[in-house]
């Protein structure tokens, strides 16, 4: 009796409670990313800006944790049919994702679908050669790209008694200035270096054009072998062997090395090379000292002119199994994204490479590279020379698993256990298998 | 303990206080970690001695937290905590 | 010995009050041992839509890589070293905490607590304390002339491992000595003191004994948390390294099934992982149970 009337009455202030919410719901957009601290904060500022310039749609962030984690939620969440509309993944899930066709929205479909305009010439060539297809169909959308480049600490550079404005150019000029600091004593080390892997292994390959995988460095098909193991590769890691043997260069730790950010701030290491991405993290920690920036050094006896660094970061890729509205409110929002006042904002915060010809454009009439030095050597030296086959990037499945055996062999390395040739060889090794059992796994 | 031997005391004590030391030792550096801004842990030395920030960061933390950090407001999560805590004590006792 | 049997009244009784726990068990436990079981015989892409039926090769690969026999070697040195320290050290702090009748109460309070720490946050606070750069311990280390350097030492980071690992057990080990001690009738050794032995005797003849129960207790308990919970800490602190130092089996399964995106291989070590441990504890059962007196 009053069970029952009470029981209406809730029913009906509930259906009442649904129809008008339903009148006024935006079509929810979730982004999963892999953005924390200051990054996170900026990209839930453009979700915000976005969110109120329109009232149809609502793009909602969603930070996952790093970038591992984030691809592995997106994966489990799409096996249980939980998935975000959108999902950042980095580049080295790139090839994970090219080989999942049946969970992919590719986004030039997406975007001609929701007729949004989309240009691919528009972007900066190197940044999207990356993320297209042998078609040359772009598959996910750019949106944090970087490459790594070198920054170095001013103030101890002139206790050593060295010009801070000129950084070392080449290995043998980062020697030197690394032996002058120490025995100086404005630092006790040298240089430290994040990601061996991405910098030191992959981006040296690059900048000296030597291969690091057949077909292409993995371009051409699954069939791929690595190649890392060349004499360029294996002179380079002994060098950096015998430099820290010598006390001139720190190891920072695997993957990114979360140990050499904290060697340069406290000014223990007085040059670091890390993802251009990390200026924002320097500029705010590097309390007592002042920073300059640099492209990567190169060895000028084995290339005169070095070629362009290949990218990192991640893209934004969409996941199939959402409704129509949704993918009309992506489309949408990746409009936006492109948008040459928002990736200015971002990218001149951020650090990492602006996406558009006309990002970079108006960033030089906004006068923003003049008045932050440093700023613009990231996006010069991944556009310099013409890019050969063996500077195009790379396109490896698993190539974070094959990162981690690389560390391994580094590591096992520099503990004196194996030499520089053997260590790449196994490493090679190691990878190769990875490799096979991606393509198996993927026929 | 059935004799009185003042040496045994001592060395108990002794034996006690060290390894209260160690154990006490990590969190309380979570204590000063707590009560100072991060870039105080990213240079130099760690720091042993308190810092003037407590009340801004546990503040920080319960109420608004690091949300693009990963996480949460404090608060929140020890509500669910806590709720998690009661239900799961509770059903494990009952069945 | 007697026993007590209770008497159900009605037949099906029993079955009903135990079908919430089995149904749990069956959901929460069986279900996903099921499903690891089932991948480890697959080889599936990560998205799954490419599933293929491929036999033990899982299993034959695993014991063909190097990598997986000296992760086994690594956890038994790691399981053997955490559970030795921590129930020795905790034992230590036990019987002294014995000893003293007031002061007693306020070590306890002091050495319990830190049982609550989360075992990724004490990987954290040691990360800190060992870090070689903002460190307070390679500081001291130095100073003793010691290079602490945990990124290339393999052997010094599974130091840091098994030091972190035993760290947050001893409390956990302190509260179960301090209960299993105060049960020693304290007659048998006032007793024993008359007879004339010491007090080292006195408790590797008597107490020692009397709390094997304890002690066998703790030695599961002990073993299984270092092969299962210490994930997070290694996550925390060496994430395997350095070349795979600290590659304890649990971790190796998350290395391989979440970054490495291998569900089938990562299923296959869940699967072994899950072996060791069953016969560990039936070996323990079997042979160490006979020597607890209870």
């Known amino acids: 009796m009053v069970h029952t009337k009470i029981a209406a009455g809730l029913l009906a202030g509930v259906a009442l409670a649904l129809s008008s919410s339903a009148v006024l719901a935006q079509t929810e957009v979730t982004w999963w990313h892999a953005m924390g601290a200051e990054l996170g904060e900026r990209l839930e500022a453009i979700a915000a800006d976005f969110n109120a310039s329109q009232t149809e749609f609502k793009v909602t962030p969603v930070f996952k944790g790093s970038y591992p984690e984030t691809l592995t939620a997106a994966i489990a969440a799409f096996r249980a049919g939980e998935q975000p509309a959108i999902v950042q993944v980095f580049e080295v899930g790139t090839g994970t994702m090219m080989a999942a066709k049946g969970a992919v929205y590719p986004v030039h479909q997406l975007m001609a679908d929701n007729n949004e305009p989309f240009d691919p010439s528009s972007f900066l060539a190197p940044v999207v050669g990356y993320y297209t297809d042998t078609a040359g169909n ?27 404005n000129v950084a070392p150019k080449t290995w043998a000029e980062v020697e030197a200035f690394s032996k002058k600091i120490k025995d100086s004593g404005a630092a006790a080390c040298g240089f430290t270096s994040g990601w061996i892997t991405w910098v030191q292994t992959e981006n040296l390959s690059a900048l000296h054009d030597v291969p690091y995988g057949t077909l292409e460095n993995g371009f051409g098909g699954l069939a791929t072998e ?94 199939n199994g959402q409704s129509p509205e949704v993918y009309k409110g992506v489309a949408k929002f990746f409009t936006y994204l492109s948008t040459s006042e928002v990736q200015a904002a971002w990218h001149q915060a951020t650090g990492y490479l602006p996406i558009t010809n006309a990002t970079y454009e108006l960033g030089k009439e906004q006068g923003y590279y003049a008045a932050n030095p440093g700023s613009d050597i990231a996006i010069n030296q991944i556009t310099r020379g013409t890019p050969s086959v063996n500077s195009k990037g790379v396109r490896f499945g698993n190539l974070s698993q094959v990162r981690d055996a690389i560390d391994s062999e580094f590591e096992a390395m520099l503990a004196g256990q194996k030499s520089a040739q053997q260590a790449l060889d196994a490493a090679v090794a190691a990878g190769n298998q990875i490799l096979r059992d991606f393509e198996a796994a993927n026929q | 303990m059935v004799e009185n031997k003042p040496f045994l005391t001592f060395l108990t004590h002794l034996v006690l206080i060290v390894g209260v030391v160690v154990v006490v030792f990590p969190v309380y550096l979570a204590f000063i970690a707590s009560t100072r801004e991060a870039s105080d842990f990213l240079s130099g030395l760690t720091p042993l001695l308190p810092g003037p920030h407590l009340l801004e960061n546990y503040g920080r933390m319960l109420n608004t937290g690091l949300c693009s950090g990963g996480a949460p407001p404090v608060w929140m999560m020890l509500a669910n ?4 805590s009661v239900i799961i004590a509770d059903g494990k006792t009952v069945i | 010995m007697q026993s007590k049997r209770t008497v159900f009244p009605h037949k099906g009784l029993p079955y009903l009050l135990l079908a919430p726990q089995l149904a749990i068990t069956i959901v929460f436990f069986l279900w996903p041992a099921g499903q690891a079981l089932k991948s480890s015989f697959e080889r599936e892409d990560p998205f799954g839509f490419r599933t293929t039926f491929i036999w033990f090769d899982n299993y034959t690969r695993l014991f063909g890589q190097p990598d997986y026999l000296l992760a086994l070697g690594r956890s038994a040195v790691f399981a053997v070293s955490v559970t030795l320290l921590a129930m020795s050290v905790s034992l230590l702090l036990a019987v002294a905490v014995n000893r003293l009748l007031r002061a007693g109460k306020v070590y306890t309070t002091l050495l319990v607590w830190p049982y609550a720490v989360a075992p990724v946050v004490a990987g954290i606070l040691w990360w800190f304390m060992f870090n070689s750069t903002i460190g307070i311990l390679p500081y001291l280390l130095g ?42 009738p304290r007659s048998l050794l006032e007793a024993a003191a008359i007879d004339g032995s010491g007090p080292w005797k006195r408790f590797w003849t008597i107490t020692f004994p009397l709390i094997s129960p304890t002690t066998f207790f703790l030695l599961i308990v002990n073993v299984n948390y270092a092969m299962f919970d210490t994930f997070g800490l290694i996550d925390a602190t060496t994430s395997g390294g350095p070349a795979g130092a600290t590659n304890i089996l649990v971790y190796k399964v998350y290395a391989d099934g979440v970054l490495g995106l291998n569900i089938g291989s990562s299923s296959a070590q869940s699967v072994m992982l899950m072996l060791i441990v069953i016969v560990l504890t039936v070996i323990q059962f079997r042979w160490i149970e006979r020597r607890v007196e209870y």
């Open chain 1, 138 to 164: 772009i598959l996910s959308m750019p949106f944090n790209s970087s490459t790594p480049i070198m920054y170095y600490n001013k103030t101890a550079f002139e206790k050593a008694g060295l010009d801070p």
């Open chain 1, 226 to 319: 690595f190649q890392f193991n060349g004499p360029v590769q294996v002179k380079h890691w002994e060098n950096l062997k015998r430099w820290a043997d010598e006390g001139i260069f720190q190891y920072g730790g695997p993957v990114g090395g979360n140990d050499a950010p904290t060697k340069f701030y406290a000014q223990e290491c007085a040059i670091y090379m890390n993802s251009s991405a990390s200026r924002a993290g320097v500029i705010g920690n590097a309390k007592d000292f002042e920073v300059g920036f640099a492209p990567l050094p190169f060895y000028d006896d084995v290339i005169a002119e070095p070629k362009n660094s290949i990218i990192g970061g991640a893209t934004l890729w969409v996941l």
């Open chain 2, 81 to 84: 905590s806590l709720l998690m």
């Open chain 3, 143 to 184: 100073q003793a002339g010691i290079a602490w350097n945990h990124r290339i030492n393999g052997d010094q980071a599974m130091l840091l491992v098994v030091l972190a690992a035993t760290w947050k057990q001893i409390s956990y080990c302190f509260l179960f000595f301090v209960a299993g001690l105060q049960s020693v």
